[in-house]
């Protein structure tokens, strides 16, 4: 079945430090892949998504690009700040209206 | 509007009750999933629903759980007898139908069994 591998947390930055959150999947077919972030004691959010491969996804100055030869679907941000201390899931949907498969989610610190 | 709205946002109830988690979703979204989140394994789509059909409910973890949407406004999950491992937080979600799009999440019913 389709599965979502993210990098084991916690991780933890200074400000301003440069972010990457690996992700790779495995599923059939062309699957639209996402980013979620989750704040404390909330729901997620949709952070940024791919809908086919060499797509890139980009908001709030977090891009990831959709790679399909490498089943990769990595998140970075230049340069974080400490309102960006969340935790991230990767997520993918497999196609038609099915539901999304997370990944276990990275928690992000940012220390200022 | 509103988003989607879960209630309770908090239930704590003793080993072997009925516990009822509620959802509405946004309106004019056609898909509707229920998902678990604990420490141990994430997030778990438990159930989705299309136009109120039930489609996929292999993530239902036992025949405790049970879902229903009566009407396109809402959604129950239903857990009897409860247990303590179901404690966990519960997600409903909502969408358009089509790949591709954007779930949007209510905030949680956090659930503690004792």
């Known amino acids: 079945g389709d599965s979502v591998t993210q990098m084991e947390g916690p991780v933890t930055l200074s400000e301003e430090a440069f972010l990457t959150i690996n992700c790779t999947y495995t599923a059939t077919g062309y699957p639209s892949l996402f980013w979620y972030v989750q704040y404390p004691g909330e729901g997620l959010q949709l952070l940024l998504k791919a809908t086919k491969a060499d797509d890139k996804g980009s908001n709030k100055g977090f891009e990831a690009t959709y790679r399909k030869e490498t089943t990769s679907f990595h998140l970075e941000k230049g340069s974080v700040q400490v309102s960006d201390s969340a935790v991230y899931f990767c997520a993918l949907q497999g196609g038609g209206a099915d539901g999304l498969t997370f990944g276990k989610g990275t928690h992000l610190i940012i220390q200022p | 509007d509103a988003g989607v709205i879960q209630s309770p946002r908090h239930e704590v109830t003793e080993m072997g009750q009925e516990v009822t988690l509620r959802c509405k979703p946004i309106?004019?979204?056609?898909?509707l999933f229920w998902y678990r989140q604990t420490m141990m394994r994430g997030l778990e789509l438990l159930i989705y629903?299309?136009?109120?059909?039930?489609?996929?409910d292999s993530g239902m973890p036992e025949d405790r759980f049970s879902a229903k949407m009566p009407n396109a406004s809402f959604s129950t999950l239903k857990i009897q007898p409860s247990e303590p491992r179901d404690s966990a937080v519960y997600f409903c979600a909502s969408s358009s139908l089509g790949g591709g799009t954007e779930a949007f999440f209510g905030q949680g019913t956090r659930l503690t069994v004792v």
């Open positions: 309106s004019g979204h056609n898909s």
């Open positions: 629903f299309n136009n109120n059909v039930p489609i996929d």
